[in-house]
């Protein structure tokens, strides 16, 4: 101890009986000056105390929970050679050990202590625990949160932590050495849980955080800026009474397919009505004899046969963009998907080669595969192949909607209920049933006026029943 120099704490702003909530080092320790020492803290602040000068810890003399005042002895330290003449310009109070008179180190340590009052230690807000933080408090926090932050990370971000919420990491209940460290290892201070005197954030929290991110399994890579923000969980049993009922297989297989095609592909959906009114007429007029034949004539089946002249008329919407994005890949046939709402939810059968089909064959296949779909028994084939797809919500009602394209197709068609309108022709309203279409397509692929163009050419079809038979 013929060296050793006595560190006290230093003018903390006239406070008296400062709890000692955190003791950053212990005997024996080789520190550095500006090294944390103890975090003190008020009922306004919490601040570290760092060392005067560079040496090695003889004994700590406080320990977690005691009370100090200015003047109090932190701890004993044997300064390092390179101290020997340097001029004092610590933060905390110093003054030579008792053992030790006329030491020279510790004598020039003690005469400057003596001379030059120390500077405060630094402080910092403890968020929700400091409702009184000083105006003065506040400013030297956020100097020392942007100092921090500028500069460069020693550690890359840990693994699961991208970001730091800047606001939650202010408020964190943290000492100023804790925040330094959380900033050097990346560490959102917001999202740890404190385990320290009345919740403080420790290091050994940051420490526990960092461990614990890292060994966590690593999340797929995703490309710059695609990561999706995330949907709030929420405990819906705190509002009341509820049931939980797993997805069906279908549910979830078609759940992510669609989500892919509404991340992936830049939707845009273009509305239409279709005038219907001699279309319907003739499919009454035939629906009696097919039924003999055991043919359910419905609308769908001229509305799929109307979208093959469409398609063979808008080649693009019979497309798929290839793997690189680069390159559209034309298709000569046209197989036709149609969403099917089963028990189980959503499939999408598809009728191959339907331009090949007359309007019966069209409703007996139709037919046939919507059946299979209910009773689920559609083979994986029989959903594979699709060129272009409809989704016909004409047998439950409304008036459009916006279908979700089945990708890697590029456009789907979706069709409403007719209903009588009042159509304006040569000078006159007159009652019309009008089919309402919606048509979804990928914008990278198809340009708004081929869009527009193809749902008029589409509507003048289905006006025009005759070529459809
Ligand atoms: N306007 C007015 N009436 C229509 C109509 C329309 N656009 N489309 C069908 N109808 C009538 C039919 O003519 C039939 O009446 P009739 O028996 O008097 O002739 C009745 O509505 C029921 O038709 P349907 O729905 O049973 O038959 P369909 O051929 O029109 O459709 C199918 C078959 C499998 C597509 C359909 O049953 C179905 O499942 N639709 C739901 C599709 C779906 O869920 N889409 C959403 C996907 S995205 O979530």
């Given at each position: 101890?013929?060296?050793?120099?006595?560190?006290?704490?230093?003018?903390?702003?006239?406070?008296?009986?400062?709890?000692?909530?955190?003791?950053?080092?212990?005997?024996?320790?080789?520190?550095?000056?500006?090294?944390?020492?103890?975090?003190?803290?008020?009922?306004?602040?919490?601040?570290?105390?760092?060392?005067?000068?560079?040496?090695?810890?003889?004994?700590?003399?406080?320990?977690?929970?005691?009370?100090?005042?200015?003047?109090?002895?932190?701890?004993?330290?044997?300064?390092?050679?390179?101290?020997?003449?340097?001029?004092?310009?610590?933060?905390?109070?110093?003054?030579?050990?008792?053992?030790?008179?006329?030491?020279?180190?510790?004598?020039?340590?003690?005469?400057?202590?003596?001379?030059?009052?120390?500077?405060?230690?630094?402080?910092?807000?403890?968020?929700?625990?400091?409702?009184?933080?000083?105006?003065?408090?506040?400013?030297?926090?956020?100097?020392?949160?942007?100092?921090?932050?500028?500069?460069?990370?020693?550690?890359?971000?840990?693994?699961?932590?991208?970001?730091?919420?800047?606001?939650?990491?202010?408020?964190?209940?943290?000492?100023?050495?804790?925040?330094?460290?959380?900033?050097?290892?990346?560490?959102?201070?917001?999202?740890?849980?404190?385990?320290?005197?009345?919740?403080?954030?420790?290091?050994?929290?940051?420490?526990?955080?960092?461990?614990?991110?890292?060994?966590?399994?690593?999340?797929?890579?995703a490309a710059p800026g695609s990561?999706?923000?995330?949907?709030?969980?929420?405990?819906?049993?705190?509002?009341?009474?509820?049931?939980?009922?797993?997805?069906?297989?279908?549910?979830?297989?078609?759940?992510?397919?669609?989500?892919?095609?509404?991340?992936?592909?830049?939707?845009?959906?273009?509305?239409?009505?279709?005038?219907?009114?001699?279309?319907?007429?003739?499919?009454?007029?035939?629906?009696?004899?097919?039924?003999?034949?055991?043919?359910?004539?419905?609308?769908?089946?001229?509305?799929?046969?109307?979208?093959?002249?469409?398609?063979?008329?808008?080649?693009?919407?019979?497309?798929?963009?290839?793997?690189?994005?680069?390159?559209?890949?034309?298709?000569?046939?046209?197989?036709i998907g149609f969403a099917a709402?089963?028990?189980?939810?959503?499939?999408?059968?598809?009728?191959?080669?339907?331009?090949?089909?007359?309007?019966?064959?069209?409703?007996?296949?139709?037919?046939?595969?919507?059946?299979?779909?209910?009773?689920?028994?559609?083979?994986?084939?029989?959903?594979?192949?699709?060129?272009?797809?409809?989704?016909?919500?004409?047998?439950?009602?409304?008036?459009?909607?916006?279908?979700?394209?089945?990708?890697?197709?590029?456009?789907?068609?979706?069709?409403?209920?007719?209903?009588?309108?009042?159509?304006?022709?040569?000078?006159?309203?007159?009652?019309?049933?009008?089919?309402?279409?919606?048509?979804?397509?990928?914008?990278?692929?198809?340009?708004?006026?081929?869009?527009?163009?193809?749902?008029?050419?589409?509507?003048?079809?289905?006006?025009?029943?005759?070529?459809?038979?």
């Amino acid at each position: 101890m013929t060296n050793a120099i006595e560190v006290l704490v230093p003018d903390i702003g006239g406070f008296k009986d400062v709890d000692v909530i955190e003791v950053l080092v212990k005997d024996g320790q080789e520190i550095e000056k500006e090294t944390p020492l103890v975090t003190l803290e008020t009922d306004k602040a919490a601040m570290d105390v760092p060392a005067p000068m560079s040496g090695r810890i003889t004994q700590v003399k406080l320990k977690q929970g005691d009370k100090v005042s200015e003047g109090s002895l932190i701890l004993t330290l044997e300064p390092g050679a390179a101290q020997a003449n340097a001029p004092r310009e610590a933060p905390a109070a110093s003054r030579s050990g008792a053992a030790a008179p006329g030491a020279t180190t510790a004598a020039s340590a003690q005469a400057q202590s003596a001379a030059a009052p120390a500077a405060p230690a630094r402080p910092v807000t403890t968020g929700s625990a400091a409702p009184a933080a000083t105006a003065s408090t506040a400013v030297a926090a956020a100097a020392d949160a942007s100092t921090v932050a500028a500069a460069p990370v020693a550690a890359a971000p840990a693994r699961g932590e991208a970001t730091i919420d800047e606001a939650a990491f202010s408020k964190a209940y943290a000492s100023p050495s804790v925040r330094k460290f959380a900033r050097e290892l990346g560490a959102d201070l917001g999202r740890i849980k404190g385990t320290g005197v009345k919740g403080r954030i420790t290091h050994e929290d940051v420490k526990a955080h960092v461990k614990r991110i890292l060994s966590a399994p690593a999340a797929p890579a995703a490309a710059p800026g695609s990561a999706l923000p995330k949907v709030p969980v929420v405990d819906f049993a705190l509002f009341g009474a509820i049931e939980v009922k797993p997805l069906s297989r279908i549910q979830k297989i078609s759940g992510s397919r669609l989500q892919a095609s509404w991340i992936n592909l830049p939707h845009v959906t273009q509305h239409e009505d279709a005038d219907i009114t001699d279309l319907e007429a003739v499919r009454v007029a035939l629906k009696g004899k097919a039924s003999q034949e055991g043919v359910r004539l419905t609308p769908l089946a001229f509305i799929v046969k109307a979208c093959i002249s469409a398609l063979q008329e808008f080649p693009r919407f019979n497309s798929s963009l290839d793997a690189s994005g680069e390159n559209l890949v034309l298709k000569k046939y046209f197989n036709i998907g149609f969403a099917a709402d089963t028990p189980n939810g959503l499939v999408v059968p598809v009728i191959p080669n339907a331009d090949r089909l007359d309007i019966y064959e069209i409703a007996r296949v139709l037919a046939a595969l919507s059946e299979k779909a209910r009773a689920g028994k559609l083979k994986n084939t029989e959903m594979q192949g699709g060129t272009f797809t409809i989704s016909s919500l004409g047998g439950i009602g409304g008036t459009a909607f916006t279908p979700i394209i089945n990708a890697p197709e590029v456009a789907i068609l979706g069709v409403s209920k007719s209903s009588q309108k009042p159509v304006y022709d040569k000078g006159a309203f007159l009652p019309r049933l009008m089919l309402p279409l919606s048509l979804s397509y990928d914008h990278r692929v198809i340009d708004g006026a081929e869009a527009a163009r193809f749902a008029v050419f589409l509507a003048k079809v289905l006006g025009d029943v005759k070529g459809l038979l």
